[in-house]
């Protein structure tokens, strides 16, 4: 399944890597610091979604939600929380 997100800010991919990582290692997942995407394939299986290297056309949109949401909605809670951390001790 090819990334077909675009990040505003090239330079920032590191980071959001790294976030990504971060994230969802504390939730329990077992995530390579140097390809945290395929953490996704832990959840597919998890899940009993059969996500494959290469294309996954046949997959459904709920399906890839159930993968990609876990990720990308514990991402959100982490920025938000960090967010809120800044504001407060301004």
Known sequence: MASKNRILVPGARKGLDRLKADVMKAQGYNVNADN????????????????SKG???????????KIGGPIG???VKEMVRMAQQQMAKK
């Open 55 to 65: 294309y996954n056309g046949k997959l459904t949109s709920e399906q890839a939600g």
């Open 36 to 51: 945290p995407n395929n953490v996704k394939y832990e959840i597919a299986n998890e899940l009993g979604i059969p996500l």
């Open 73 to 75: 909605g514990n991402m």
